[in-house]
């Protein structure tokens, strides 16, 4: 499953899942532009991308930052003057308690503005070099897009349902030009999305319980992303693959 010439795009490339699959694109010789904020991360990442004799290209922006989602996409494609995939990877997880008023408003913008809006906005400036490429994008989305699982995330549930949603409108629109837009919906990953919420607790401590007994890692969903990214899933558009370990069924039980 070689990406040998392909140009991918990894939002939120500095840090878990996303630093996977940069990785992972690698690994399979794409030209891999890694985009995040932190800088030694970024770096950190890019050093493991130096693999097949290509070196990343790194760009360090916000993507809540409509300058910066021009540039993104405007350096790719003077640079390697395509683009191929883009995945949609960027996100912040934020808890509210929702009977406070614990910044509710504040925090509703900053997740909706990273999880949402800088993808519309992104994928807006993308799609007429995907459209040219025929090629598709990946939403890296959550199963908490198809259940509120703790009140106190459910603005970030909110913003991935929507993000499911879009991914749809995305898939029957640009269809007919041989893109294809699909949703990985991970159940909870070893990464640090946790402690950046503010979340002390560890991972045992915060009880997640699955069918299989574990938790995911974020290179079971690179791995995901690059079956999707390839050839092998041409018949796939419209569709979200979710990797949770059995978590949503769990939760029935
Ligand atoms: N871990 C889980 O349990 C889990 C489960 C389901 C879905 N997900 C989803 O998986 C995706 C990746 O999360 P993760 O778990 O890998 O978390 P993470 O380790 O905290 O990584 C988040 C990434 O997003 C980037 N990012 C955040 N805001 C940004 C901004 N404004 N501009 C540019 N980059 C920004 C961060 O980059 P900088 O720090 O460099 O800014 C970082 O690289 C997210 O969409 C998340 O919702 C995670």
Redesign the pocket.
Known sequence: MSFDSKVVIV?????????AIAIAFAKESANVII????EE??RKVAKQCEINNRIPYVIN????NENDTKRIIDETINKFNKLDILVN?????RTVDLSKDDNIMENYDEVMK??VR?VVDLTRLATPFLIQSKGNIIN?????GRKVFRGQNTLYCMS?AALDHYMRGMAITLGKYGVRVNNV?????K???FA?AGITASFEEMGFKTLLDRL?E?EEIADIVIFLASDKAKGVTGSIYTSDNGYLLCMQQ
Do not use: E, M, Y
């Open positions: 939002t939120g490339a500095s840090s878990g899942i996303g630093a985009v995040g904020r932190n991360n970024l922006a916000d993507i809540t990877n960027a996100g912040i997880l990273t999880n800088s890296i989305s959550s199963i908490s991935k919906s991970p159940g909870p990953v990464t640090d999305i950046r995911g974020p």
